[in-house]
């Protein structure tokens, strides 16, 4: 498995992860900065294996 595929898959499943809670429900600050974190750290990572996947892509 390619390292640009485990980063998306990482990504993607961080954000999940985010969204399930979310979607549970809270009111604690400091859950909701947890999963704002989880989220720009999921998009980040689905980022950074988009764009490694690109540049193999274009060689």
Same mark, same amino acid.
């Given at each position: ?7 998306? @898959? /990482?990504? !993607? ?5 985010? /969204?399930? =809670?979310?979607?549970?429900? !809270? !009111?604690s ?6 999963? @704002? ?11 950074? @294996?988009?764009? =490694? +996947?690109?540049?193999? +892509? @274009? +060689?």
């Open positions: 498995m390619s390292v640009e595929k485990v980063l998306m @898959g /990482a990504g !993607t499943a961080l954000f999940v992860v985010m /969204a399930v =809670l979310l979607k549970v429900g !809270t !009111t600050m400091g859950l909701f900065v947890t999963y @704002g974190v989880l989220a720009m750290i999921g998009a980040g990572a689905a980022l950074a @294996g988009k764009k =490694l +996947r690109d540049q193999s +892509r @274009g +060689r």
